[in-house]
């Protein structure tokens, strides 16, 4: 199986290539078109901040890449957020895979603290990224903003207010909590994107 995972100006790429290499898989990073048309998954992670991203997505034509994909692709963390119809992150336009706007949390009380960064409970996760899951399992998160619940969300996470943790659609997978920094739990996740 050919994995690739996509290279643009977005950090935490090599903690996902590290993760799979756990897995015994040898993934390619890689901006080139036509490899990852060839490879079996797709994985489109990233840290960051999403106007740029996306100017650098537009001004190398990996927007149109990702939104023609046919095989399973995986967003993570900004890589999620920035397959959403737009984000108040930059007032910026996204690849619109997910009909959804990108929100900013807003501290409610003295004790909500914006990024929501750590490990959180997974809820109603279902869908095939969480097969063998029976009950609600911790991930690891660091963001601050989120997707808000919608007909996609396949996973909900709270805080501050109720939020979109995973996304499905079509081909396309998303999420929010990192699954390669989640342990086990998200070894298993990124595993059953695997075998899709």
Partial sequence: MQVAIIKYNAGNVRSVDCALRRLGVEAML??????LRKADRVIFPGVGEAGTTMDFLRNTGLDSVIRS?????????????LMCRHSE?????GLGIFDVEVKRFRS???????????WNSLTQA?????????????????????????PCTVAKTDYIVPFSAALHKENFYATQFHPEKSGAVGERILKNFLTL
């Fill in 89 to 93: 992150e930059g007032d910026v336009d």
């Fill in 108 to 118: 409610v009380r003295h004790e909500d603290k914006v990024p929501h960064m750590g």
């Fill in 69 to 81: 994909l046919e095989k399973p692709v995986l967003g993570i963390c900004l890589g999620m957020q």
């Fill in 126 to 150: 279902c869908e095939p990224l969480f097969r063998g899951f029976t009950k609600d399992e911790f991930v690891y998160f660091v963001h601050s903003y989120y997707v808000p619940l919608n």
């Fill in 30 to 35: 890689t901006d080139d078109e036509a490899v």
